[in-house]
């Protein structure tokens, strides 16, 4: 059985904290970090940087310069590809450079990879080590968009908003600007940047008329890489004025509708330079899962959904909620018809409750951000 040591451990740790620093910047590849060492000598370390740019693996062993690696260990967040990309394969740089041992962080679940490449590497005499624990749980987090995306076809789904001290999101008038402060605007405008799509629901959209681009503070407009903008409109009720669909030649807008969507109304939201997509099935959950499968086909792997309580609902209920941040603002607003963050049907007993996995908070300007993790793909 392959040994695993405490320097092991400690080399694998330093991989994952590089591939942190390909955080989008690669997508829609995972981000991954590499280490080559002899014992506790580090003689090289790299990350994947950029989409289409050379992978970890290769970029730590250019960083070894002349250094013999016959025996040396690499160290990898992910497990090292073994197809020909838009880079060679990774295990054919790892045996060319007499590299005798390789210790990964966790597997990659696409299929044209999926245990092929340790397989490849074990049959040419490379010593294949797998980590587990904690530092396979951390390797695994930072790619949860690629897992969720490879193994299910569906984006994973980051649930968003901001609710009163009394569970609130809205008054019984609809008003909900602004419940967070500034500081957590400007956060949600980082994550927006971060994701592939940005999705709410058709009421959010006619009484905000919002924009739904990325507009973080300090980051170039040029330099901001713009999410697609994704409505959830059963009828195709979305104004050809608003502003989503006035910038749709800028920005790709999608808008999922259900067959009862008006045809007049659908073919002017194509004319108009919107993709529409018709989402089936005999309930709202199973028209979530249904546009996150054609969402998915299209190429997007993460979505930020902002939105409204309806539509949330409709998602927790399609058990398509993958983590929650909620920004808990230091208001009060009473009343019964006042909006909740999550509607849908819910459950009916406690014992059938979602319970996250993890469960973390931190203070936000005025703001208390709450952050809990509901899947692990």
Not at 256 to 280: M, N
């Amino acid at each position: 059985m392959p040994v695993y040591t405490d320097t092991d451990r400690a080399h694998l740790a330093r991989a994952i904290e590089l591939a942190r620093r390909g955080t989008g910047a690669v997508r829609p590849n995972p981000v991954v970090g590499a280490v080559i060492a002899r014992g506790e000598e580090i003689l090289g370390e790299g990350w994947h940087s950029e989409y289409g740019g050379a992978h970890a693996e290769v970029n730590a062993i250019e960083a070894c310069g002349l250094a013999d690696l016959s025996g040396a260990t690499l160290y990898v967040s992910l497990e090292p590809c073994c197809h020909e990309g838009k880079t060679p394969p990774c295990t054919e740089a790892i045996v060319q450079a007499g590299i005798g041992r390789v210790v990964v962080a966790s597997d990659d679940p696409t299929e044209k990879a999926s245990g092929r490449g340790l397989g490849i590497l074990r049959d040419e005499g490379v010593e294949v080590v797998m980590a587990d624990g904690e530092l396979t749980t951390s390797a695994r987090l930072l790619n949860q968009a690629f897992r969720k995306h490879a193994r299910s076809g569906r984006p994973w789904v980051r649930f968003k908003s901001a609710m009163t001290l009394d569970g609130k999101v809205a008054t019984r008038t609809g008003d909900s600007k602004w419940i967070s402060g500034e500081a957590s605007r400007e956060l949600a405008h980082r994550w927006r940047a971060s994701v592939d799509a940005v999705v709410v629901g058709i009421g959010t959209a006619l009484a905000d008329d919002p924009q739904l681009t990325a507009r973080p503070e300090g980051m170039p407009a040029e330099l901001t890489r713009q999410p697609r903008r994704v409505v959830f409109d059963t009828l195709a009720r979305l104004p050809l004025t608003s502003q989503l669909v006035g910038a749709a030649s800028e920005v790709p807008l999608t808008v999922v509708v259900s067959r009862a969507a008006p045809r007049a109304d659908t073919d002017a939201l194509e004319a108009a330079g919107v993709q529409v997509i018709v989402a089936t099935g005999e309930n709202e959950p199973a028209r979530v899962r249904s546009a996150l499968d054609q969402l998915g086909a299209d190429g997007i792997a993460s979505l930020l959904l902002e939105g409204g309580p309806h539509l949330a609902g409709a998602f927790l209920d399609a058990e398509e909620i993958d983590e929650i941040r909620l920004f808990l603002a230091p208001l009060l607003l009473g009343g019964s018809a006042a909006r909740d963050p999550l509607e849908g049907g819910g459950v009916e007993h406690i014992s059938e409750a979602v319970r996250a996995l993890t469960f973390d908070c931190e203070r936000v300007g005025d703001d208390l951000l709450i952050s809990a993790r509901l899947h692990e793909w």
